[in-house]
C-alpha cells in the first residue's frame, strides 16, 4: 500500500513552512537609543543643614530638588515644595511654594526655622518635594529637618 501523493506533498509543506522561518532570522533586533525608554524623569533631594539647633534667631535650611529628564539635568520644570507637618515656614512666608528649576536643573528654596521660644521641645519638620508632571500619579519625595530646643 503506497501512502497518496497529496499527503506526501502536504506534509513536506508542513516541515518546510515549519523550518524556513526559523533559519531566516539570524540576529536580534535592538531597539533604538530614542525610544520611550530613554524619556524618563527623575529627582534627587537635598537639605543643608538637616538639623538645626533653634535659638533667639530664627535659622535657615537650604532645600534642593535636582529634576533630570533622561538622566540631564532639567531647566524650568516646576517643583512644589509643601511643609506637610512641623512648624517653620519658607523665606516667602508660605508652607507651600512653587520653583522652577535653573540651568542646571535645580530648584531651590529656604526652610525658615521657628525661633527655640515657638517650640515647646525638640520636633521635625517634614516638607514633601514634588515635581510637576502630567502622569495621574504622585511623584515626591519627603525630607525631614530636625529642629533641636536650644537652651
Do not use: H
Not at 16 to 29: N, Q
Amino acid at each position: 500500500m503506497s501512502i497518496p501523493r497529496s499527503v506526501v506533498i502536504s506534509a513536506a509543506l508542513c516541515l518546510l513552512l515549519t523550518i524556513v522561518p526559523a533559519c531566516k532570522r539570524s540576529a536580534v533586533e535592538e531597539p533604538g537609543p530614542f525610544g520611550p525608554a530613554s524619556l524618563y524623569l527623575s529627582f534627587e533631594v537635598f537639605v543643608s543643614p538637616n538639623v538645626i539647633l533653634t535659638s533667639d534667631v530664627r535659622q535657615t535650611a537650604e532645600v534642593r530638588a535636582l529634576v533630570k529628564l533622561g538622566g540631564e539635568p532639567s531647566a524650568d520644570q516646576t517643583v512644589f515644595f509643601t511643609i506637610i507637618s512641623g512648624p517653620g515656614e519658607f523665606d516667602n512666608y508660605t508652607r507651600r511654594t512653587a520653583v522652577a528649576t535653573n540651568a542646571n536643573g535645580y530648584a531651590i528654596v529656604n526652610y525658615v526655622s521657628p525661633t527655640k521660644s515657638q517650640i515647646s521641645g525638640d520636633q521635625y519638620a517634614t516638607i514633601q518635594v514634588q515635581p510637576q508632571t502630567s502622569s495621574p500619579y504622585w511623584t515626591y519625595k519627603l525630607v525631614d529637618i530636625i529642629l533641636l530646643k536650644g537652651e
